[in-house]
């Protein structure tokens, strides 16, 4: 007989379901096997290479560039910062289930060996203002 699909396990997936929003994509006959295997070629699953590709995507439409992905471990928040086609860097999070992105300052105004640290306290800097309602 089958393993047991015991109480914690199924609160811990629904859990799961609530912390994410669900898209449906549909694609040709033939391209599945294709996205699939590069998503594992990459190093990715599916799910992961889907969502990359779609940020990926949004930014190059704004004229975005990610100059670099960044965790905040106290916060326990992942975000991204980019670059604007008007030079200015912009930091991209989630909080409250809501994706915000930041304008912060010019490019030339922070130093290049100095782009970790500043990603990082942009981060921070700016979940705390959303958490103290922008204070």
Request: aromatic share 8%; charged share 30%.
């Amino acid at each position: 007989m089958g393993a047991t699909y015991t109480a914690a396990q199924k609160a811990a997936t629904q859990k799961y379901i609530n912390s994410t929003d669900q898209i449906r994509v549909r694609t040709g006959k033939g391209n599945l096997d294709f996205i699939k295997n590069h998503a594992k070629d990459m190093g990715e699953t599916l799910g992961e290479f889907v969502n990359r590709a779609i940020l990926e995507a949004i930014y190059r439409d704004r004229g975005d560039i990610l100059v670099e992905k960044t965790h905040s471990d106290e916060y326990g928040i992942s975000g991204n910062l980019l670059l604007s086609s008007d030079n200015h860097y912009e930091i991209d999070f989630v909080s409250d289930g809501r994706r915000m992105i930041r304008v912060l300052d010019k490019q030339n105004d922070v130093p290049s060996n100095y782009i970790s640290d500043y990603a990082w306290m942009a981060l921070e800097n700016e979940y705390e203002n959303e958490l103290l309602g922008g204070e």
